[in-house]
């Protein structure tokens, strides 16, 4: 199921993931979910080898 999600960033990073989205040849929601899922399960995984990670 795919539900709408709405994130504020900052214009020059919207731009970052626009110009590499576009290099990589896929849409800027497709590279936005990507970078999100990875980032998460980087986290996870510090989590395990490092416990609880701290937020900023």
């Not at 795919?2 to 919207?14: A, D, G, I, M």
């Amino acid at each position: 199921m795919r539900v709408e999600l709405k994130l504020y960033v900052p214009e020059r990073l919207k731009n970052r993931i626009r110009m590499l989205a576009k290099e990589k040849g896929i849409s800027i929601n497709k590279l936005s979910n990507l970078l999100l899922e990875d980032g998460l399960y980087k986290m996870l995984e510090e989590e395990v080898e490092y416990g609880e990670v701290e937020s900023k």
